[in-house]
């Protein structure tokens, strides 16, 4: 297996909880079907998206990704092979943008597109140590 780690950024397109709600179902059905994992870092301005999985499967993902119109100025941030996965057991987790994180005004003057893919993937390390705030949900 060629496992890929993908990590993007985009601004929310009428971000609200039924929104992520709709993209969170959505990403945990297709996820799971496609033996992907991951975790989606959300907030009113910013949606930070880790996908791990073989590289077909992700790189189809992300053609989606783009075509979705609740997704605004997406940036891919960091595409790289991995040894293992940080969420195995994660069809999708999600998470809001910590306090550790970059501020709103970070974000809103390009703190994502200026990072790098160490210090993206070090966010999803950090996430990956802490509990989890809602039940997962595992991928068979």
Request: aromatic share 8%; charged share 25%.
């Amino acid at each position: 297996m060629n496992l890929v780690q993908l990590i993007y950024a985009s601004r929310p397109f009428g971000f609200d909880h039924s929104a992520l709600d709709s993209i969170l179902a959505q990403s945990r059905r297709c996820n799971t079907r496609d033996g992907l994992t991951g975790a989606l870092i959300c907030r009113g301005d910013i949606y930070l998206q880790l996908l791990e999985g073989e590289a077909d499967a992700i790189d189809a993902t992300y053609a989606r990704i783009l075509r979705d119109d609740r997704h605004l100025e997406i940036n891919r941030l960091s595409y790289e092979v991995a040894t293992k996965r940080l969420f195995p057991t994660w069809a999708m987790r999600s998470d809001p943008a910590r306090s550790w994180m970059w501020s709103q005004e970070d974000v809103a003057n390009g703190a994502a597109t200026r990072a790098s893919p160490d210090h993206v993937l070090g966010i999803f390390r950090r996430l990956a140590a802490e509990p989890a705030e809602r039940p997962r949900l595992t991928i068979v």
